[in-house]
Each structure stands twice: as C-alpha cells, then as structure tokens.
Nanobody, 118 residues
Framework: QVQLVESGGGLVQAGGSLRLSCAAS????????MGWFRQAPGKQRELVAA???????NYADSVKGRFTISRDSAKGPVYLQMNSLKREDTAVYLC????????????WGQGTQVTVSS
C-alpha cells in the first residue's frame, strides 16, 4: 500500500506562483509513475503532469511552459511548480501513483485546493 499526502495549495492572484508537494509513504519502491491531476467543479478530472521513476515527464497542453513536475530523488517527494497561474487553473489538485506492473493510477491523495483570483 502507498499513502499520498499533498500540500502547498492556497489562494493566489492571477500571474502568481505556487508549489505543490506530494509525499509518499508505505511501499514507495513499488511506484513507477507519479502524477498530478486536477478537478474543477463541473469538469472532468484531468492529468496535469506526470513523472516516471526514470525522470521522464509529460504535461497537459494547457500547462506546458507554466508548470514543472519534479522530484529530488527517484522515490522522494514529487513537486508541481506552477507559474503564471490563471483563473482556469483553479481546482482541487490530486497526487496519484501508478504501481510497478500496473497501467493505471491506483493510489490517490486527498487533494489540495488551488484557487486563482483575478
């Protein structure tokens, strides 16, 4: 089992920055991919960014050039640096993990709220 805890959300003005953190505990060596999702009211959950254990990353088109996913080590916390925030970035941001040998995100955090004001 893996437990994920997000932190770093809050209220920020448009154009500002926030950094989210996701700390994993439990069977962290079973994790292959870590991702950040977001869900806004009335909208589908979407994958914002992901990073593999090898450090490969991918991003949603809507955040490319503004958001950066990173980690200090292969099994360390995962961060989402969000710059040039827009009102449409307002959502609950959730951290999730894909276990080794699986093809979907099986583990989820509780989420952290990000609100961008104009």
């Amino acid at each position: 089992q893996v437990q994920l805890v997000e932190s770093g959300g809050g209220l920020v003005q448009a154009g500002g920055s926030l950094r989210l953190s996701c700390a994993a505990s439990g069977s962290i060596f079973s994790i292959n991919v870590m991702g950040w999702f977001r869900q806004a009211p009335g909208k589908q959950r979407e994958l914002v960014a992901a990073i593999t254990s090898a450090g490969n990353t991918n991003y949603a088109d809507s955040v490319k050039g503004r958001f950066t996913i990173s980690r200090d080590s292969a099994k360390g916390p995962v961060y989402l640096q969000m710059n040039s925030l827009k009102r449409e970035d307002t959502a609950v941001y959730l951290c999730a993990a894909v276990p080794v040998g699986r093809a979907k995100y099986d583990y989820w955090g509780q989420g952290t709220q990000v609100t961008v004001s104009s």
